[in-house]
C-alpha cells in the first residue's frame, strides 16, 4: 500500500508563499504522474498542478505564474511552491499519484490564507 504524506499547510497573509510537500512511500518514479489539488469549503476537489515522470507539468490558470510544482526523486517526493497566495487559494490541499492501473491520495493538509 503506497502512501503520500503531505505537509507545509499553515496560516499565511495575502501575498505570502508556502512550499507543501508530498513525501511517498515508495519510489516515485514508479508514478507516471503526481499532482496536487484543493478543496475549498462547498466547492468541489480541483486541480492544482501536475507533474509526469519525465518532468512535464500542469497548471490550472487560477494558479499560473504563481504556483510551481517540482519533484526531487531521490527524496521520494513532490514539491508546490506557492507565491503571491491569495485569499482564494484557502483550501485543503491533497496530494495525488497515479499509475496505470491505481490512483493514491494522501490525508489533506489546510492552508488559510488571511490577514
Known amino acids: 500500500q503506497v502512501q503520500l504524506v503531505e505537509s507545509g499547510g499553515g496560516l499565511v497573509q495575502p501575498g505570502g508563499s508556502q512550499r507543501l510537500s508530498c513525501a511517498a512511500s515508495?519510489?516515485?518514479?514508479?508514478?507516471?504522474?503526481m499532482g496536487w489539488y484543493r478543496q475549498a469549503p462547498g466547492k468541489q476537489r480541483e486541480l492544482v498542478a501536475s507533474?509526469?515522470?519525465?518532468?512535464?507539468?500542469n497548471y490550472a490558470d487560477s494558479v499560473k505564474g504563481r504556483f510551481t510544482i517540482s519533484r526531487d526523486n531521490a527524496k521520494n517526493t513532490v514539491y508546490l511552491q506557492m507565491n503571491s497566495l491569495k485569499a482564494e487559494d484557502t483550501a485543503v490541499y491533497y496530494c495525488?499519484?497515479?499509475?496505470?492501473?491505481?490512483?493514491?491520495w494522501g490525508q489533506g493538509t489546510q492552508v488559510t490564507v488571511s490577514s
Open positions: 507533474i509526469t515522470s519525465g518532468g512535464r507539468t
Open positions: 495525488n499519484a497515479v499509475t496505470l492501473t491505481e490512483g493514491y
Open positions: 515508495r519510489s516515485i518514479l514508479l508514478f507516471n504522474t
